[in-house]
């Protein structure tokens, strides 16, 4: 049985734009439908039966978030003598993703290095990393996040019919636009 990925959820981020747009707090804590924007992340994420990994240690940028969930993650592994599966790398401000997503990107990442999800023409998220990519995912830092590995290793993208791979919570107005979908409007 093949080893599958562990779920990176990235939750460190400062969150400068919701709150210049008139939000207040964490932007994960932000309400939305009952629970919390990260909450609903968190419920996909484990939906999918897939191992995850919370990264929200306020590191100074996402590259330097990932660095450390891959090298938090790999110390795991090593330690249990588990094969490394590689990563799936997910904002936590995307409470629509779907578990099926996560599944689907877990499981082309078996036969690429590198898989990105597409919907409509546009780049989401989770960005599955196979184990090969671990020291170029180490050497990351500041705030570009993965784009470089993504070039270096040229990203397969797979086509997803998930809108909440391309929605994320950046401002008040995205928060408003998701409960709306979320309502099926």
């Known amino acids: 049985m093949p080893v599958m990925p562990i779920v990176i959820i990235l939750a460190g981020g400062r969150g400068a734009r919701f709150l210049a747009s008139g939000g207040y707090g964490s932007k994960l804590q932000a309400p939305l439908a009952g629970k919390t924007v990260l909450q609903h992340t968190l419920d996909a994420v484990k939906a999918s039966g897939l191992p995850w990994h919370l990264e929200d240690g306020g590191r100074p940028g996402m590259g330097d978030s990932i660095a450390a969930a891959v090298r938090a993650t790999w110390s795991a592994a090593s330690r249990f003598g588990a094969e490394r599966g590689g990563w799936l790398i997910l904002p936590a401000d ?13 499981t082309a990442l078996l036969d690429h290095e590198v898989v990105v999800p597409i919907y409509h ?3 989401g998220h989770p960005v599955g ?3 090969r990519c671990g020291q170029a995912l180490l050497d990351l830092g500041g705030d570009h996040g993965a784009a470089p590995v993504i070039q270096a290793y040229a990203a397969i993208e797979i086509v ?3 809108v909440g791979c391309v929605t994320d919570i950046d401002t ?5 636009v998701v409960e709306q979908l979320m309502n099926g409007a």
């Open 172 to 176: 008040i107005d995205d928060l408003k």
């Open 94 to 106: 995307l409470p629509l993703i779907r578990a099926g997503t996560l599944h689907v990107v877990a």
């Open 129 to 131: 990393f196979s184990a």
């Open 160 to 162: 997803v019919n998930d």
């Open 121 to 123: 023409g546009q780049r």
